[in-house]
């Protein structure tokens, strides 16, 4: 039994859950095929238990599931002995940390739209540490720098021989608010512009003088899964991180990047914006 499953792992057992559900089968009734208990079947579908390859496909071929993809993608989840570096931070960072770094390794690409903030992943480590120590109530110098370590280390994805493609939509006043002091927020804005130029990487401006956009609502990460059913949205909320995964709200939140990103400017010209407030500063 796991004391708590990652967010990954919560993940399989939603869609183990969902495939029975569609089926109409009780846990009762799905237990009585595997010959297990009614319990067994409750702590795999809470993410307390985990579940062999075998097992999962005898659960599919039950549920009459015929969808290959699918089995093969919910199988590697099963599998997937990985501990990666965020396992370093489990019962010193609050566990959505981990779960976020998690969800951007597995993630076969990432989008994202802020309207506030830098981007994480594109964040220098003066402007994280900022944000950071503008926390209420105030953070200890010790668990700041934790965080600001973690989030430096999530870059890893963008880097290497295979980095994670990333297109990130940011708004105006998201680049024109200075977190930190002067000098750090030209820094801030120039290493934008430098990252932007990865052929992986893609940064796209929302400028002020846009006219009929009411799209400020329309935060969020949208991390790619090996299928469009097991992609993941993280919002950020008053009491942390919410991660979505129904097909209805993943659908919605697709809608909502493609029409954000239709909007912005093209990456070129973004990138002379980036660098034309840069020199303001």
């Known amino acids: 039994m796991r004391r708590e ?3 990954r792992q919560a993940r399989l057992a939603t869609e183990l859950r969902r495939l029975r559900e569609a089926t109409g ?3 009762r009734e799905a237990a009585a095929l595997l010959s297990v208990s ?3 079947i409750t702590h795999i579908e809470s993410g307390l238990a985990g579940v062999s390859e075998k097992r999962l496909r005898l659960l599919a071929a039950n549920y009459s599931c015929t969808d290959e993809e699918l089995i093969e993608a919910l199988s ?4 997937d002995r990985t501990r990666g570096w965020w ?5 010193l960072l609050p566990t959505p940390f981990l779960d976020l770094a998690e969800l951007e390794h597995h993630a076969t690409s990432l989008r994202e739209v802020q309207f506030l903030y830098i981007p994480g992943l594109l964040q220098t480590e003066e402007y994280a ?4 120590d503008y926390r209420v109530p105030e953070l200890p110098t010790a668990a700041l720098e934790l965080r600001v370590q973690h989030r430096m280390q999530r870059k890893v994805i963008l880097a290497g021989p295979t980095p994670t493609p990333y297109k990130a939509v940011i708004h105006e006043a998201a680049l024109r608010i200075m977190v930190n002091d002067r000098s750090a927020s030209r820094v801030q804005l120039v290493r934008l512009a430098e990252v932007s130029e990865a052929d992986h990487l893609t940064v796209r401006v929302i400028p002020f003088d846009l006219e009929g956009f009411a799209g400020a609502t329309s935060a969020m990460t949208y991390a790619e899964g090996a299928l469009p059913k097991l992609d993941t949205v993280v919002r950020d909320g008053p009491h942390g991180a919410a991660f979505i995964d129904s097909e209805a709200q993943l659908a919605a939140f697709r809608t909502l990047f493609h029409r954000v990103e239709a909007v912005s400017l093209p990456p070129d010209r973004s ?6 407030l840069a020199k303001e500063l």
Not at 87 to 91: F, G, L, S, V
């Open 5 to 7: 499953p990652t967010a």
């Open 38 to 40: 009614p319990a067994q």
């Open 25 to 27: 089968l009780s846990a």
């Open 87 to 91: 396992e370093e931070y489990r019962e």
């Open 271 to 276: 990138r002379d914006f980036i660098h034309r």
């Open 129 to 132: 540490r900022a944000v950071y």
């Open 76 to 79: 590697a989840m099963a599998t």
